[in-house]
T-cell receptor, first 113, second 108 residues
């Protein structure tokens, strides 16, 4: 069974530039999560999807972050414009249903200069 | 406010030296307690889910236990390949809350 796929693995951009991350979850997993992980910290949930519906986006900074999950499969997380404080690892995870064990992708390491 | 606290922040063990990692939680409406392992440069890898006090689960040299207020990850006779950051997480009525993790180093 293929795992969660994320791309790109690394991204370096200048502040104020836009950036997008892509995630393909495990087949059959209805719930998809985007997390942000800063160095030495645990992952912080940004948004959770049940199929194509965003059911929890309370911690997503909506002034600059947006996400979509068209057709309830792949998902894209966008930041526009990026700020220096957005430098972090962005993780995507999926699970069969909410509150079941989540399986994580390798993450995208974003550096904003 | 839902909180998950892990201790110690870092732990250094000699190969074969058993120890325990702690995860204490204050989460309303707890729907399970999850343990993950994270290697540098990788996403967290699922280890265990515990749902009720008194429950135990084992995998190789790891055993996870759960009480009403905390969970322990016991590592028996660890090997260098067990070196990683171990994270616990608890979903409650608020978004899934992760602890900051315990960085385990096992020295040969």
């Amino acid at each position: 069974e293929a795992g969660v796929v994320q791309s790109p693995r690394y991204k370096i951009i200048e502040k104020k530039q836009p950036v997008a991350f892509w995630c393909n979850p495990i087949s059959g997993h209805n719930t998809l999560y985007w997390y942000r992980q800063n160095l030495g910290q645990g992952p912080e949930l940004l948004i959770r999807y049940e199929n194509e519906e965003a059911v929890d986006d309370s911690q997503l900074p909506k002034d600059r972050f947006s996400a979509e999950r068209l057709k309830g499969v792949d998902s894209t997380l966008k930041i526009q414009p990026a700020e220096l404080g957005d430098s972090a690892v962005y993780l995507c995870a999926s699970s069969r249903e909410d509150y079941y064990e989540q399986y994580f992708g390798p993450g995208t390491r974003l550096t904003v200069t | 406010e839902d909180q998950v606290t892990q201790s110690p922040e870092a732990l250094r063990l000699q190969e074969g030296e058993s120890s325990s990692l702690n995860c204490s939680y204050t989460v309303s409406g707890l729907r399970g307690l999850f343990w993950y392992r994270q290697d540098p440069g990788k996403g967290p890898e699922f280890l265990f889910t515990l749902y009720s006090a008194g429950e135990e689960k084992e995998k190789e040299r790891l055993k996870a236990t759960l009480t009403k207020k905390e969970s322990f990850l016991h590592i028996t006779a660890p090997k260098p390949e067990d070196s990683a950051t171990y994270l616990c997480a608890a979903p409650g009525n608020t978004p899934l809350v992760f602890g900051k993790g315990t960085r385990l180093s096992v020295i040969a």
